[in-house]
Structure formats: C-alpha cells, structure tokens
C-alpha cells in the first residue's frame, strides 16, 4: 500500500522509507543506475578502481564505494533495474543518474542538474530527493519531471516547465525513486542536459523502440535519415550525448565530492 506523506514523499505505510531523514543516509555502498552505457563511459573511464561483477560496476566516488548498474529506457526498466540492486546490495542510497533534457531557456547543453524532488508525470507522484547523497559540488537545482517519452518539441518543453514548475524531464528518475521508496533508502538524481529547451527534435522516438520498449540506435539512425532535419538532429543528438557525458563525468569526479 502505498501513501502520500505531507511533505508530498511517496512511501510505504510504516516502512522505512517514511523515516529517512533529510539528511540522513544509512551506511554502504552508493547505488547509481544509469539508463544507457553511454551516459556514463567517461565517468567509468576516469576511474582507476573499476571492478565488473556480472551486471553490477563497483568503483569509488570521493572515497565512498559505489555499484552502478546499466537499466535501459524508461521508468518501468530503471525500477526494475533498481530493485535488483537493492536486493542483492546493503545501500546507504540510490541515485538515478545519466541524461535529462532542459525544460527551461535558463539550462544548456552539458548544464548538470541536481534534483530536489521527481516528479511522476503519469501519477503526479513526487520523491523527495536526499541531500546528503548529492555527490555532486556544483549545479543547478530545482524538480526533475520524469515523462513516459522523449519530449521533443519546444512547445511541448516550455508548455511542461510551465504546468510542472520543473527544470529538466528525463524518462528514468521516478522508476528508481519509487523502488528506493519501497526498500526505505534514500534516493536523488543528477542529471545532465543534452539538448535545451529552445530547440526542437524532429526525429519522432515512439518510432525507434524495440520489442522491450528499449531505444534501439540503428531505428533511430533510420528514422533520422528518413525525417527532414533528421540528419542535423542526429548530430545534434549525438555531440549533446558527449557533451553531457563528458559533463557529468566531471561533476561527480571534481575535487570536493563527498
């Protein structure tokens, strides 16, 4: 069964969840999910401790162990995702971390994003995100709304900053905030920004999902090249991955992380 807390924290009735402290974590290791393997590539290649056991990355952030875990697209696989790692892994917390796209004319491309709250579009749920597993020393602040698709238009943005009060939309944040919420850990969210709000994608994703409902790259190069812009989006899309992932890399390997 699940409530909604008076500071609008979604979790289970009597569970631990309800009890975790704005600033409180318990200890172990950190739990990071990453919905692609690309989001995060600069992140692991900067890091000298990385260890591969099965599906689960184990390396160090600032001198505190971490376990990242690749979910793919989409709330449902990031809970999914999420829930396994808490299962097999004692987790001081959980952060959804890896792409968002900017809401706001006030981010750029490689802006990084720290989450106050997610904000569930679907339900309009919001998980309040925990301070103390930040991880990140400087960047913008502000809600984190969590679509069921890729926001493309610039209309679409703006209309969603407008209704939601958010900063950035991504696909993933509330699946993991929710599983969190059922294991009674903390949870936050760092993202970075791929593309701005001010510019519109022409390439129409609904298109470019497998049978999973996982993003597939070759339906995505073939719809690029079959939609008008399509190539120059892709580019787009393309130099905005690495910019973000060059930027969150920094982020969460800069002097002073904790």
Known sequence: MVSRARDDTI???NSPAARVSAGGVSEGPIGLVAAFAWEVR????????????GAIRSFSLGGVPAKLVISGAGLESSYRAARRLLECCRLRGIVSI???GGLTDSLSRG????????IDARTGETFRCIDAL????????GDLLCAARVITSTMEKHSLAAEWNALAVDMES??????????GVAFSAIKAVTDAAGRSISIDFARCQSDDKSFSLRKIVIEGLR????????WSLARGARVAARALAAALCAPGVR
């Open 11 to 13: 979790a289970s009735i």
């Open 111 to 118: 802006d990084v994003v720290i989450a106050e709250r997610v």
């Open 174 to 183: 509330a699946g993991v905030a929710r599983a969190a919420a059922e294991s």
């Open 98 to 100: 890896g792409f968002a």
């Open 227 to 234: 939609t008008p812009n399509g190539i120059r989006d892709l």
């Open 42 to 53: 600069p992140l692991l290649r900067r890091r000298g401790d990385v260890q591969k056991e």
């Open 134 to 141: 930040t991880l990140v020393a400087t960047a913008r602040r």
